[in-house]
């Protein structure tokens, strides 16, 4: 085998592994009202419900209604259907590099568990469906 195919070889069989570590399974559907719902219902409404939810009052990010949480926060939509990569909600429960500490979420409280994280951007990357 030539170091080309090698390479190429390694590099599929390691997004494999990569892929298998999440806790989700990325083929399968993740539904919206049994997966995620919960998730934030459990994390996220607190703050983040209509009208007096803190979260909700500075943001305008409510997380109530599937409608509203596309809706996203006063300057636009924090979900980018199909790319979990680019979507703020991701972006800020993950606390990816560059995420300013003071707004990571759930906002001083313990970061969502990894199963949790992987189960929603599964979600996202599958099209953010209202399933």
């Not at 070889?9 to 494999?16: D, I």
């Not at 703020?88 to 949790?116: F, Y």
Request: aromatic letters at 4%.
């Amino acid at each position: 085998m030539n170091s080309r195919k090698l390479l190429a070889t390694a590099l599929v069989l390691g997004l494999g592994v990569l892929a298998g570590c999440s806790g989700e399974r990325p083929d399968k559907v993740v539904s919206f009202q049994k997966d995620v719902f919960p998730i934030l219902k459990a994390n996220c409404a607190e703050c983040h419900t209509p009208p007096n939810g803190q979260g909700y009052q500075k943001t305008g990010l409510a997380v109530d209604t599937y409608d509203h949480l596309m809706k996203g926060t006063k300057m636009g939509p924090v979900i980018i259907a199909g790319q979990s990569i680019n979507s703020n909600l991701n972006r800020l429960i993950e606390g990816r590099p560059g995420v300013d500490p003071s707004i990571q979420m759930p906002h001083g409280k313990v970061k969502l568990p990894e199963a949790h994280l992987a189960i929603i951007r599964n979600w996202v990357d599958q099209g953010a469906k209202n399933n």
